[in-house]
Structure formats: C-alpha cells, structure tokens
C-alpha cells in the first residue's frame, strides 16, 4: 500500500536553529512529493515539490527539501529558524495508482524565542 | 495568477438544517477541484474531487454531496446536518491530478 509517514508529531526548535521536520513515504512508481505549510485556522499553502532532477528542492520562505531515494525520505529542512515559521507541517505523496495525494498526519512546529 | 475563493470563513447551523459552501477558482480554465475535510486541526480527508463539470467522484461515504455547475464553481452541500459534519472544510484546484494542490481559506463548520 502506498503512504507517507511524518513520525513526530511535535518538533520544537530554538530561533536562529536549524530546523529539520522528517517525512518518510512508500510508493510504488516514481515518487511525487509535497510540503505544505498551515498557519491556524487558515488553508494550506504550497511550499515545494519534487517531482525529478535534483535531489535539493528550494522552496518558498526559506525552506528546502531533501529526497532520498535508498532511505525513501523527504525531509524539510531550514537553516535557520524563525518564530513566524511556528505552524503545522503537511507532506504528501501521490499515489501513483490513483493520482491523488496521500497526505500525512502533520508535524507542529514550535520555534521558541 | 490563479486564486481560490472559498465562504464563508465560519458557519454555525443546528443539526438537521441544509449546508451550501461556495469555491472558485479564477485565473486557470480546466481545473482539478478537491473538497478536504480537517479533523482536529489535523488530518486531511479527501471528500469529492472534479475533474470536469459535472464530473465528481466521492471518496467516503456520508451526509454530504458536491456539484461543479460551472468549470471553476464547486460546491459542497448536504440536505441535513448532521453533528459528526462539524469540521474544517478546504477546498483546492490543481492543473492536473497527481500534482500540487492550491487551497482556500477554508470554512470552520459547526454543527449544534
């Protein structure tokens, strides 16, 4: 069966730290992956992808991704910290029978002062 | 550039009453639209998607419907609410299916 995994429910990190929010899947078929970031009580907003090419992806507001395919991991990384990038933390895969994106519980952020 | 409006923001009805939430999109033609449920400020599920007018497929049982009238018009609907409908509700578009998703503001639903 295809899923995504995000195995901490919670990391929290000290401002100006680097900050690494893990991400693991299992797809058959080339893997499409998704990060989201969700502030409180408002929609997801896209933050990169991977889809093929390099396996550092850049995306918005100073975050990147790392794919790597022998550990079959996504990880979002940034590195440095900061407190406005306290929120929920989305990733996804897509199902590569169905074409929709299997999603993952979510991590909470906290980056503490 | 493409934008998603979705309303309201929040919404309280009494169980038993009718439910009628609004998304569309503006700035693409053709476009792949989703309804989410979010539990808990948590989880997403996947309701309806579209990939066409009047074109929907479901994904779960349950209370509630959705219609595409229009090409960037979905709708999300249910004739009576029930208690277990209360939740965050989103609504997203893609270009195609498989790739990301763009999402509204969402509506906090709450069913007394």
């Not at chain 1, 590195?79 to 199902?95: Q, W």
Request: net charge positive.
């Amino acid at each position: 069966a295809q899923s995504v995994a995000q195995p901490e429910d919670q990391v929290k990190v000290a401002e100006g730290n680097p900050l690494t929010v893990k991400c693991t899947y299992s797809v058959s078929g080339n893997p499409y992956l998704f990060w989201y970031v969700q502030y409180p009580n408002r929609g997801l907003q896209f933050l990169l992808k991977y889809i093929t090419g390099d396996n550092l992806v850049k995306g918005s507001y100073g975050f990147e991704a790392e794919f790597n395919k022998s550990q079959t991991s996504f990880h979002l990384k940034k590195p440095s910290a900061l407190v406005s990038d306290s929120a929920l933390y989305f990733c996804a895969v897509r199902d590569n029978s169905n074409y929709q994106l299997i999603w993952g519980a979510g991590t909470k952020l906290i980056i503490k002062p | 550039s493409q934008t998603i409006h979705q309303w309201p923001a929040t919404l309280v009805q009494p169980v038993g009453s009718p439910l009628s939430l609004e998304c569309t999109v503006e700035g693409t033609s053709n476009p792949n639209l989703y309804w989410y449920r979010q539990a808990a400020g948590r989880g997403l599920q996947l309701l309806f998607y579209s990939v066409g007018i009047g074109q929907i497929s479901s994904e779960v049982p349950q209370n509630l419907s959705a219609s595409r009238p229009q090409d960037r018009q979905f709708i999300l609907s249910s004739k009576k609410l029930l208690l277990s409908d209360s939740g965050f509700y989103l609504c997203a578009w893609s270009r195609k299916q498989g790739l990301e998703a763009f999402f509204g503001q969402g509506t906090r639903l709450t069913v007394v």
